[in-house]
């Protein structure tokens, strides 16, 4: 990578700190037409010719017709999206105001309403891939481009882009900036995984230096006096209903619940987690039951529910445009792995959740003892 294209990445990621990393935010009274992009199904085959409707949306509102400003491109992850981003609270809104820049976003393929097939197969997903989803990105924002120049009869408007991303996004920004360095100007990359893991346990290993110690002891008892409820088989149907799980088995219940506390302090909902727990605690109330009501009061109602652990569901491969899990193992399982497991000291997350798990889930959903080769998606992003 050359030296400007460096400071360009690290340019943004610093001023994204300075304003506070989160997803984009959408304008609940605004609203925006969905557009849909004719894109190849794969870029990387010439014979083949098939393509699928991909949907993009526009925020115009702060873009001065007949000027040429820079075009700012929100990269999507793993879901499905409802519109661009709008609210002017959000950075890349604050960006777009300052700038007068368009704002693009491409729902990523596989995801919401942008799918190539009608099902969910193993043959089908070998299409969603990292280097499919970069070239979809970079044909589309290019059309897009020209589109503008057209538009606004400015054949030689430079229209320089510049794109962000959050998580997963964040990590595609890096790449898309790095495989396409004359397609962009510069990238925002937020809390980017760049390169694949195979055994991630740095993810939990943050979490007690996130929460301090008082929280971190709490979560620990809790988390011992669950396991124990769950390995006892008189107790362990009543305890799984309380979490509202009893369609799990043990060690899928406690992925789920590594996510539960995992997820709740990754995405600042801290309080809600450690305040409940450490109040039991200091009342000497049941630690179990208050974790329960945790996950079912705070964590279910923002980010997710029991069956989305379940292989029943995993192995589903019906199209539901809400639904993105299937998907997700499948990039987790052939490409990018980000293998959640437990610290080997300390862990909040149960010791169940170790690579022989993650082995067993990725055969179960998808078959042919199917694993991730980190070493060869490292490579081809370099």
């Given at each position: ?368 003892n199917q694993w991730p080769n980190i070493h060869a998606v490292n490579l081809t992003k370099k």
């Amino acid at each position: 990578m050359k030296r400007n294209q460096i400071l360009s990445v690290l340019l943004f990621i610093f001023v994204l700190q300075v304003f506070g990393a989160r997803y984009f935010l959408e304008d609940e009274k605004a609203t925006f037409p969905e557009f849909i992009f004719q894109q190849k199904v794969d870029h990387f085959t010439k014979s083949d010719s098939r393509t699928f409707g991909q949907r993009y949306f526009v925020n115009l509102q702060h873009y001065v017709n007949g000027t040429d400003a820079p075009i700012l491109l929100y990269i999507n992850g793993e879901g499905m999206i409802s519109g661009p981003p709008s609210r002017s609270d959000d950075f890349i809104v604050q960006l777009a105001m300052q700038h007068k820049s368009p704002i693009i976003t491409l729902e990523h393929r596989f995801y919401g309403k942008s799918h190539p097939f009608t099902e969910l197969s193993v043959q089908n997903l070998q299409y969603l891939s990292v280097a499919q989803a970069l070239e979809d990105l970079n044909t589309f924002v290019l059309s897009f481009r020209d589109s503008l120049r057209s538009q606004q009869k400015l054949p030689n408007a430079k229209f320089h882009i510049y794109h962000a991303g959050v998580s997963y996004s964040g990590a595609l920004s890096a790449w898309f900036r790095y495989k396409y360095p004359t397609t962009t100007k510069a990238a925002l990359s937020s809390s980017g995984v760049v390169n694949a893991i195979l055994y991630f346990d740095k993810f939990d290993a943050q979490i007690p230096l996130a929460v301090g110690g008082e929280c971190t002891k709490v979560l620990r008892e809790a988390m011992f006096k669950l396991e124990l409820r769950i390995l006892n088989p008189s107790l362990n149907a009543q305890t799984k209903q309380k979490f509202l799980a009893s369609m799990l088995n043990d060690r899928d219940f406690s992925l789920m619940m590594g996510d539960v506390t995992g997820e709740l302090v990754q995405y600042g909902e801290q309080d809600s987690l450690c305040l409940p727990l450490i109040d039991a605690w200091n009342k000497k109330e049941d630690l179990v039951d208050a974790l329960a009501g945790v996950t079912v009061k705070s964590w279910n109602k923002k980010f997710g529910e029991a069956y989305q652990y379940s292989v029943d569901h995993l192995k589903n491969t019906t199209v539901v445009y809400e639904w993105a899990d299937r998907q997700w193992w499948w990039q987790c399982c052939s490409e990018l792995a980000y293998f959640q497991v437990a610290p080997k000291v300390g862990s909040i997350r149960s010791q169940m959740i170790n690579m022989d798990y993650f082995r067993n889930l990725c055969n179960s959903a998808f078959g042919n003892n199917q694993w991730p080769n980190i070493h060869a998606v490292n490579l081809t992003k370099k």
